[in-house]
């Protein structure tokens, strides 16, 4: 068996841990960081449950191994609130009822988030097509793209008050 | 599902890639991007003894163009490739499949280089690298050596790869001028492999097709050109009745495997009707 000694950052906390090489990311975060938010869904890469960021790209971190995040930054649903401040996209998915039984929600946020950083305005179209990796199997989709358009446009609003501030 | 335990290495040069695997040849796998192998390993479908991880290697993501080629390198993610003005500009065929492969989150790890050197039939850079006429470069104990795709793809998972050698970059020749290009794929849902796919790239002269490459996903045990649909067009001009036999001789030498995907018959019939689709649509790209 091999074991490896890595260090992570998971949303701005340092860790370092000993853990196995087949360990998955997944298992990594949920089980030696107690991080359960992020959600463990199909278990074969295609439901997007799992969803996290590392270094600023969203990865199905069930299928990554913790070894493989050795000096990485990593982002889960945990480090999208400020404090009792929801970001906007939890926001977002409140206002518009963007879940049912929430098990989709955090990587669906978390994808949100990373199009959201790469496209601020999308069309509703490419929301769609930036999470047809995601499944949900409550909503139909539709309140979560309504619940992403809500955040780009919050977002969107709270940055020309800072220009004009 | 746990994978099966593993010796993990992560090598930071090529050459200590390459030393390390012919230290361990058969034993040892490349981690790529890991979206094929990962899953494998999680069915127990495939237990590496070893991992070599060469995701920590520098200067392995590229995309640019050299001498009248595109030049991506190994590391290179769909994602980049997708994003790529110059394959968006220049390259249609491999941009139409940059918007198909997988799904997006998984577009963000899976590798080019990963993709082909997997050798699966149901992928979708084997099919658009035939219809290319790709070269695949590999580093060796030995050097370098470069491999026509038409040389490259032996079997199921399998290609002309030894076990000491790393796929390092993939070269797509630029299109002529008055060539054209397609890709064209039905998915049951985004993230599933194709039904069929059909990967066209014409050189035209005038309405007549002068030369023709046209590669099939997931239709066949190994990654195949579709040569009699590839004759049924070349020196023709693509009138109903052509486009129909280059559709219908696709359909009758492919050879498919029923699956929950669909029954053979459909699955011929599905591409003989993606053969046409793409013809038509590379042709009206042509120029």
Known sequence: MSKHEITVTVNGTEHTEEVESRLLLVHFIRENLDLTGTHIGCDSTSCGACTIQVDGQTVKSCTMF????????????????????????????????????????PGMIMQADHLLSKNPNPTEEEIRWGISGNLCRCTGYNKIVEAIEYAADKMANSETEAETA | MIPGEFDYYAPTSLDEAVSLLSKHGDDAKILAGGQSLIPAMRYRLALPEILIDI??????????????????????????????????????????????????????????????AHSDPANDHPAVMLAYGAEVICLGPGGTRSIPIDEFFTGLFE????????????????????????????????????????????????????????????VSATPMRARNAEAAIIGKILTDDVLEAAGAAAGAECDPAADLRGTVEYKRDLTRVLVKRAIKKAASRAG
């Open chain 1, 66 to 105: 913790a070894v493989q995040a050795n000096g990485k930054s990593i982002k889960t649903i945990e480090g999208m609130a400020n404090g009792a401040e929801l970001h906007p996209l939890q926001e977002g998915f409140w206002e518009k009822h963007g879940l049912q039984c929430g098990y989709c929600t």
């Open chain 2, 55 to 116: 995701t920590g290697i520098d200067g392995m993501s590229y995309i640019r163009e050299d001498n009248g080629h595109l030049a991506i390198g190994a590391m290179t993610t769909e994602s980049e490739l997708e994003d790529s003005e110059l394959v968006q500009d220049g390259y249609d065929m491999l941009s139409d499949a940059a918007f198909v492969i997988a799904d997006p989150v998984v577009r963000n790890k899976a590798t080019v280089g990963g993709n082909i």
């Open chain 2, 159 to 218: 290609n002309s790869l030894g076990d000491d050698e790393i796929l390092t970059e993939i070269r797509v020749p630029r299109p002529a001028a008055n060539s054209g290009t397609a890709y064209i794929k039905i998915e049951r849902k985004v993230g599933d492999y194709a039904i069929s796919a059909a990967a066209v790239n014409l050189v035209m002269d005038g309405d007549t097709v002068a030369g023709a490459r046209i590669g099939l996903t997931n």
